[in-house]
């Protein structure tokens, strides 16, 4: 505990945790209760507390001073307090025992909203200046420029031709020991150069050079990794093109040999079919002439019958005529029949092997076309030489060259070129322009004496 004077309210607003008493002492009210207190002592100082209301002494208060040994002054404003408490009708309160409890009541809850509002200002205080702290500008203070690459490169080329000039020097030192005169220029002259070497690689042998350096090693690593991920990519792009035209390559290929396979099969198929056909036909054919057969051999033995008296019944000539006929319309209808399989399959056999003939004479067409074209690239590059896809006429050979492409670009420059042969009076027709078919006149007399000259001859 500290002995205090006039501190006490100031302690008192700024520390909650500590109370006056009225003794002269501060003490720790989280340590020790109200309970402790001496009220009496407590309310006979008028220093620390007011009168109650009504009760105001007409004694004169005593100057400021050290007024903590001063005991009469203590029992002199006791008693005082003590008169009042017990004469005043002021007072509602029926002892002055009731009176301290009230007013600690009310003290506590006036101290208690002066210290929440002491802390309040603390933090609005504090916060203040953590704002102005931070909102202060920021004191430029100059910072060292650092070396730059432009810096180090006229420095890094200097010593390049200080380092060539040095050797020549010490090529020269080592050829002419025996010349003192020359020698002694030539070795002022390397001291110099040598010099001039330390100091620049003073200047490059710092931080900055060595930082300049690893940044360099860096994107040369960089540029190195970029450059190797690049060529894989480009690489791997190649391999799938390559890929790519392999499988459609393949795909071609495939579909051909099957279109050929099915080809194959369906040929195959129709021939069988035709061969079984022509076999049903010959199987009807011998049977025809067995029926022919065995109706010259029934006539023949019904004559040698007839000569030897035997009678052949009606019944019996009948019967076998009509079997006879039954036989002969069932191997027409069949003959009809196998004849129109074979028409069919013939006409079918036909078409594929005309089929077989056009996707022949495509693929040579094709094959031609190729050709042709690439005879005419051949002379343009001759002509005019190679042209790449990027190039300045390529976007001039394509449109003069677009016909040969696409079927509609084929169609607009016949009805383009076709108004012109249309009638004069034909709605989307016109005329050709005159100087189309004859030329313009000259309009420069030597152009016209020469063209002139030119028809004569």
Known sequence: MKRHSRTAPALRTFCPDYECRPDGFVHDAAATSHSGWDFQGLYSSSQYFCQ???????????????????????????????????????????????????????????????????????????????????????????????????????VLYTVAQLVTQLDAVCNTLRTNVSDGDLWTVSYNQALHIKKELEDKCAIIDCGDFKAWKRKLHRNAERRTRK??????????????????VIDAWRLRHIRGVEEKKKERELKLVADAILCEVRKKQADVKRMQDILRSLQRLHKLRKEA??????????????????????????????????????????????????????RDQEKQMKKKKEKLLLKKCMLDAVLFGEFTSDAAPQPFIDYYNQAECSVGSLLQIRSE????????????????????????QPSDEAWASSLHLADSE
């Open 52 to 154: 109650p209301i009504g009760h105001f002494s007409n004694a004169v208060p005593p100057a400021l001073g050290n007024t903590n040994n001063d005991r009469d002054f203590y029992q002199t404003h006791n008693q005082q307090y003590r008169s009042a408490f017990q004469t005043s009708p002021c007072v509602p309160f029926s002892s002055p025992r009731q009176w301290v409890e009230d007013h600690e009541q009310s003290y506590g809850a006036r101290v208690t909203a002066e210290n929440d509002a002491a802390m309040q200002r603390k933090r609005d205080f504090r916060w203040v200046r953590c704002f102005s702290r931070n909102t202060e500008k920021p004191s430029h203070v100059p910072r060292k420029r650092k070396n730059s690459k432009s810096d180090f490169k006229p």
């Open 227 to 244: 450059q190797r991920h690049d060529a894989e990519k480009r690489r791997l792009e190649h391999i799938s093109e390559k890929e790519a």
């Open 305 to 358: 019958a007839l000569r030897k008296g035997i009678v052949i019944e009606r019944k019996c000539e009948e019967a076998f005529s009509c079997r006879l006929d039954q036989l002969n319309s069932v191997l027409k209808v069949r003959t009809s029949v196998y004849a129109t399989e074979e028409k069919a399959l013939k006409v079918m056999i036909e078409g594929e092997h005309e089929e077989e003939k056009r």
């Open 417 to 440: 070129w076709d108004m012109f042969v249309v009638a004069a009076d034909h709605p989307d027709g016109s005329s050709i322009p005159q100087n189309w078919i004859m030329p313009d």
